[in-house]
C-alpha cells in the first residue's frame, strides 16, 4: 500500500486540475470494480455490485489538493499567484511548487515593511528562473501544487497532499481487499473538494445513495500548543460526530462506532471546530442522505509535510471494508 501513497501523494492535482490523479485511480480501479466512469464535473466512480442491489452506499475520497494558480507574470517574469482552497501564507515562502507539465518554482518572498506581522500572497512570487516576461514558461491561469516526496520513517509517513490522497488509497485499497459488499456500493473520487465540495455535490445527486460515508483527514490535537483536541495520530481512525459543514447522522455515527467494537478496531470521536468534507454535501443533496465520515489524523494538515501514522491508514480500510461487506443500521 505504501507505494500507491507515495504514488498518489506525489501526484500533481490542485482543485480542478485533476486529469493526473484521476488518471492514477483509473489504472487501479478497472480491474477491481464493475463499472468505471466519470461524470461532467470530473468525478470517477468505480461501482462494485453487492449482494442486495436493491439499495446503493456511497463513499468519498477526494482527489483534489490545495495550491496556487498565476494571476500576473511581471516584465522580469516573475509570478505573481492566488489560492486554490485554504493554502496558509506561514509555509510559502521557500516551498518549492510544481505545474501540470513539472516546471518547479521557488515561493519568494518582498522585501517586509513589518516583520512581526505574516506576509499576504500578495508579497510573494513565483520564481521560475525566467529571464523576461516573454520567455516565461508560465502564463496567467496555470496552478501549481507543492512539490515534495513521499516519506516513510518508523510507522509515519510524512508527505503533502495526503488530503486527501490518504482518503482515495483507502478506498482503492477497501475495494481490492474486501469481500462483495451488502450493497452496490460507488467508490467516488471527488473533484473540487477544496473550493468548497463541489464534485461531491453533484456525485451525491446523481448516485442518490441510501447512505454516504467520507473518508477525508481531520487535524488532530496532539502537537506543541496545538487547539485542544480529542483526536492523536497513531490511535485509529476518527468518526466524525460534528464539524462546522455537519452534523453527523446518528444512527449512522452509532453504527459505525458499534462496527468499529464488534471488529476490534481501536477509533476515536471527532469533533472539529473548523472546516468540513464532502460528506457537507452529500447530505444535504436530495431530500437528504444519511451522511457520516471516517477520518485519517493527520497532522499538519493543509502544509507541504503532512503526517499520518500508518498503523491508522490500516485500520481505516478494515474499518471501511468491515462496513460496507455489513447491512447498515440507521436506528
Ligand atoms: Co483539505
Ligand atoms: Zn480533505
Not at 488518471?23 to 466512480?45: C, P, Q, S, Y
Not at 506576509?119 to 525566467?130: C, S
Not at 481531520?218 to 483526536?231: C, K
Request: negative net charge.
Amino acid at each position: 500500500m505504501k507505494e500507491l501513497v507515495k504514488k498518489l501523494t506525489e501526484a500533481y492535482g490542485p482543485s480542478g486540475f485533476e486529469a493526473q490523479v484521476r488518471a492514477i485511480i483509473t489504472a487501479e480501479v478497472k480491474g477491481l470494480a464493475d463499472e468505471v466512469r466519470t461524470d461532467g464535473m470530473g468525478n470517477l466512480f468505480a461501482l462494485k455490485k453487492g449482494r442486495d442491489s436493491s439499495h446503493r452506499a456511497l463513499v468519498a475520497a477526494h482527489m483534489d489538493e490545495i495550491g496556487v494558480m498565476v494571476t500576473h507574470v511581471d516584465k522580469d517574469g516573475f509570478a505573481r499567484f492566488t489560492r486554490i482552497g485554504g493554502v496558509r501564507p506561514l509555509g510559502l515562502p521557500g516551498a518549492r511548487v510544481v505545474f501540470a507539465n513539472g516546471l518547479m518554482g521557488s515561493i519568494g518572498l518582498e522585501k517586509l515593511e513589518d516583520r512581526t506581522k505574516i506576509p499576504d500572497l500578495d508579497k510573494m512570487f513565483i520564481d521560475v528562473g525566467a529571464k523576461d516576461k516573454e520567455s516565461c514558461p508560465v502564463k496567467v491561469g496555470d496552478a501549481a501544487t507543492f512539490w515534495q516526496p513521499f516519506a516513510a520513517q518508523h510507522g509515519r509517513w510524512i508527505a503533502k497532499a495526503f488530503d486527501d490522497r490518504i482518503g482515495c488509497a483507502v478506498l482503492i485499497e477497501t475495494l481490492r481487499t474486501m469481500p462483495q459488499p451488502a450493497y452496490d456500493t460507488y467508490f467516488v473520487f471527488t473533484a473540487q473538494e477544496e473550493v468548497g465540495v463541489r464534485g461531491a455535490t453533484v456525485a451525491a445527486f446523481g448516485v442518490e445513495p441510501d447512505y454516504a460515508i467520507a473518508v477525508d483527514v481531520t487535524p488532530t490535537g496532539d502537537t506543541p500548543e496545538s487547539h485542544p483536541m480529542n483526536v492523536g495520530i497513531g490511535k485509529g481512525p476518527a468518526i466524525k460526530v460534528m464539524d462546522r459543514g455537519m452534523i453527523v447522522h446518528q444512527g449512522l455515527k452509532d453504527w459505525m462506532i458499534r462496527t468499529a467494537e464488534e471488529v476490534g478496531i481501536p477509533y476515536q470521536l471527532e469533533v472539529l471546530e473548523f472546516g468540513s468534507t464532502d460528506a457537507m454535501a452529500m447530505q444535504t443533496t436530495k431530500e437528504g442522505v444519511p451522511a457520516g465520515v471516517l477520518s485519517i489524523p493527520t497532522r499538519h494538515v493543509h502544509s507541504p509535510s503532512e503526517m499520518v501514522d500508518e498503523g491508522d491508514v490500516q485500520n481505516s480500510v478494515k474499518l471501511l471494508a468491515a462496513l460496507l461487506s455489513r447491512p447498515v443500521s440507521l436506528e
